[in-house]
C-alpha cells in the first residue's frame, strides 16, 4: 500500500505537485467505507462523480442525478475522507439554467455536501460561471471532451477531439477555463497528443481518463477499476481486481454455509449458559465477548469508533 502522507490535500498544494512534476491520483466515491479505503492509501483526490448514477443507482447513463443525490453521497464521503480533498459534481441541468441557479447549487455542494470544490462540464460556455463561483471562494475542476452530461448531444460515448477543428476547441476552451478561474481540468476521452499538448500550455492540472499518460493526473471510477462489473471493459479502463468474481465467491459461500447450518458457528453466537461446562465449551474468543456482559450493557464494536449498545 503507498504510505499515507497525513498532509490535508488542498487546491494550493494539488497547484504545487504539478508545478513539483508529482503525479495526482485521483478516484471516485460514494460512501464513507470506500472514502475512508481510499485516503488510507493517500489518494489525492476523490470526486463524488455524477457516474453514481451508473454504478450506484443502476442508470445508463448520469443525466437522471439531482443535486440532492451528489448532497447524500457528498456528506458520506466527507465523514469518510480525512486527507483527501474532496470535489462534488454538478449534476446535469444544476448550472445549465442560469448563472444563478448555478451559484446556488454549487453553494448547496459545499454548504450542505461538505465538498471542498465542484466540477462541471463543458468549456467557454460556462465561463461566465466559473469567473462567479471563484469570486465567492468556490474552487473548480472543469471537464471536457468527453463530456458524459452530453451524450445526446455526441450521439453516444465517443472519443472528442480527432478532428484538428475539435482539438484546437479544446485547447481554446482549457485556456478559456483556466482564464476564468478553474484550478484543475479533467480531460475525458480525448487523444494523447490532444492531452498532452493542453497539459504543456495551462498552469492549473490536467486529470486524464482515457486521455493517455501525459497528465498531471489520473482518475477512474472506483468501481471499474476494482472490477465490480464485469461486462464493463472499455480500453482506457485498467481493473486492478477482479471484485465481482470475489464477491460472488464470498456470497455464495455465505449462502452454502447458511442453508448448511454452518453458520452462524458457537463462535459466532452468545449463550447465557455459565459455569465450568458450558464455559470449558465455549472458545476463548466467546469467552471474553461474553465475561463483561455479566456487568454491563452488551457493546459490539461495528466499525472503527463507533459503539451500539
Ligand atoms: O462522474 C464521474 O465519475 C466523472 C469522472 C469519470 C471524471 O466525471
Redesign the pocket.
Known sequence: MPSKKNTKVTVPSLQRMKRDGRTITML?AYDATFARLLDQCGVDVL?V???LGMVIQGQAN?LAVTVDHVIYHTQAVTRGAVDAHVVA?MPFMSYQTSEEEGLRNAGRLIKEGGAEAV?LEGGHRHVGLVRRLTEVGIPVMG?IGLT?QSIHAMGGYKIQGRRAAQARQLVEDALALQDAGIYSL?L?GIPQEVAQQITEVLSVPTIG?GAGPQCDGQ?L?IYDLLGMDDSFQPRFLKRYADLAGRIRGAVGDYVDEVREGAFPAPEHSFSHKKGKKAAAKRTQVEQEREEPQEEMAETIPLYPGVNRK
Do not use: A, Q
Open positions: 471516485t470526486l462523480g455524477d457516474s448520469t459534481d466540477k471537464h458524459p479533467v475525458e481518463i482518475v471510477v
